[in-house]
């Protein structure tokens, strides 16, 4: 274990310390004249209920032809930038009009700072997942940290247009250490599947995950 692994690592917790705050921006979802129903520094909640059934904090409406859309927040935290000056105003698709911060939990820095260290297998594209048979059968068996993978291996199936094709892994050797999807998700673009870890790095990693949780409130 390099000490510059170490100086790295405390480079990241002092970062997160100093500003422990994920922030969310909020677009336009399609051409249209916006309305802002909250203010800058109002409190937002997300979606709750046990199926994120109960919509979040009504944030703005936007309305294309007479035809009008609220959107909700998906986050909790607070509004700390909002584009006031296009309240009432025409707007383009994309358009950047507000920024939620979201006060990070302490499960959520590990998650973070896991995503800094890990090798992130990324989705090709948009579309179903699933991990292939035989690497669902040994996650089954032992969990998916049991499970070491390396370039070539054929790991997971992409569902597309009723196509399942196969995806080979291309990154570093290691052990699946973080998996970000459930099977059969629709997974973005460019969206993490899965972290791996290098195994020589797995003692560094836990000691991260245990400083953070002994160290935040």
Same mark, same amino acid.
């Given at each position: 274990m390099s000490s510059n692994q170490e100086?790295?690592? #405390?480079?990241i917790l002092a970062r997160y310390k100093a500003d422990p705050y994920n922030y969310v921006d909020m677009h336009a979802i399609h051409t249209g004249k916006v309305r802002f129903l909250l203010e800058e520094g109002a409190q937002v909640e997300g979606a709750s209920g046990e199926w994120k059934h109960k919509p979040g904090t009504r944030l703005y409406e936007i309305d294309r032809e007479r035809n009008t859309k609220v959107i909700t927040s998906k986050t909790s935290g607070a509004i700390s930038s909002i584009r006031s000056e296009l309240d009432g105003q025409f707007v383009e698709a994309g358009e950047k009009l507000l920024t939620i911060r979201h006060p990070l939990k302490k499960k959520e820095i590990i998650e973070a700072i896991l995503q800094e260290v890990l090798y992130l297998f990324e989705a090709p594209e948009r579309a179903r997942y699933y991990f292939s048979m035989d690497i669902q059968a040994k996650i089954e068996q032992k969990g998916a940290r049991s499970v070491f993978i390396q370039p070539g291996d054929e790991i997971i199936t992409m569902s597309?247009?009723?196509? #399942?094709t196969a995806v080979y892994y291309t990154g570093e050797p290691g052990i699946i250490h973080s998996v970000y999807f459930t099977p059969g998700d629709s997974m973005d673009q460019g969206k993490p599947l899965i972290g791996v870890c290098a195994e020589e790095k797995l003692p560094l990693v836990q000691k991260v995950i245990t400083r953070v949780k002994a160290e935040w409130e």
């Open positions: 100086i790295h690592f #405390d480079e597309l247009m009723k196509r #399942d």
